[in-house]
T-cell receptor, first 114, second 112 residues
Framework: SQQGEEDPQALSIQEGENATMNCSYK?????LQWYRQNSGRGLVHLIL?????REKHSGRLRVTLDTSKKSSSLLITASRAADTASYFC??????????????FGSGTQLTVLP | EAQVTQNPRYLITVTGKKLTVTCSQN?????MSWYRQDPGLGLRQIYY???????DKGDVPEGYKVSRKEKRNFPLILESPSPNQTSLYFC???????????FGSGTRLTVV
């Protein structure tokens, strides 16, 4: 079953603008990760934020995590046409056993117009 | 180069003909996982493995088998493929649960 729901499903912005994508999840997590996927290709890991962290930065990316609301956001600043892709959040849940799974959200399709 | 290698990239097969999609990683990662991606359904986990000889079902394991006899390899086996297994498949690996996953380039499978 899908852990996360992402909002919006699609986002279209002009080059240079900021893009914000949101992710909500259902269960308690160990960490939350964001991935990018260019059309039909493999996913690329962008950033990981642990459950005890509230904000993390990597280059033009800023991720926030609110475990009380079970939500996260990904901000891409000064977007470029090359940022056009689908973006997925994924969570590692705390399960009853030792096994932990990475479960993906539904994704946001970002289009950056030149 | 650190990578996850899947083969084949594309495969068309007929219903019922057993097939194996191979996955190999050269990063000495403990965790490996298989996903399928379908339009409107996103990425769903099929099986995952935390180490050699340790595997567990994901969300959609029916019709699939896996094995982890060596740390680097995690093949996905379809004993009797059916058309509803037509999908884009990804293998991924990670050193441990608190790290991101490295994904393969994908295998596009069509079962007719």
């Amino acid at each position: 079953s899908q852990q996360g729901e992402e909002d919006p499903q699609a986002l279209s912005i002009q080059e240079g603008e900021n893009a914000t994508m949101n992710c909500s999840y259902k269960t308690s997590i160990n960490n939350l990760q964001w991935y990018r996927q260019n059309s039909g290709r493999g996913l690329v890991h962008l950033i990981l934020i642990r459950s005890n962290e509230r904000e993390k930065h990597s280059g033009r990316l800023r991720v926030t995590l609110d475990t009380s609301k079970k939500s996260s956001s990904l901000l891409i600043t000064a977007s470029r046409a090359a940022d056009t892709a689908s973006y997925f959040c994924a969570t590692v849940s705390i399960s009853s056993g030792s096994a932990r799974q990475l479960t993906f959200g539904s994704g946001t399709q970002l289009t950056v117009l030149p | 180069e650190a990578q996850v290698t899947q083969n084949p990239r594309y495969l068309i097969t007929v219903t019922g003909k057993k097939l194996t999609v191979t996955c190999s990683q050269n990063m000495n990662h403990e965790y490996m996982s298989w996903y399928r991606q379908d339009p409107g359904l996103g990425l769903r986990q099929i099986y995952y493995s935390m180490n050699v000889e340790v595997t567990d079902k994901g969300d959609v394991p029916e019709g699939y088998k896996v094995s982890r006899k060596e740390k680097r390899n995690f093949p996905l086996i379809l004993e009797s493929p059916s058309p509803n297994q037509t999908s884009l498949y990804f293998c991924a690996s990670s050193p441990q649960e608190s790290y991101g996953y490295t994904f393969g380039s994908g295998t596009r499978l069509t079962v007719v």
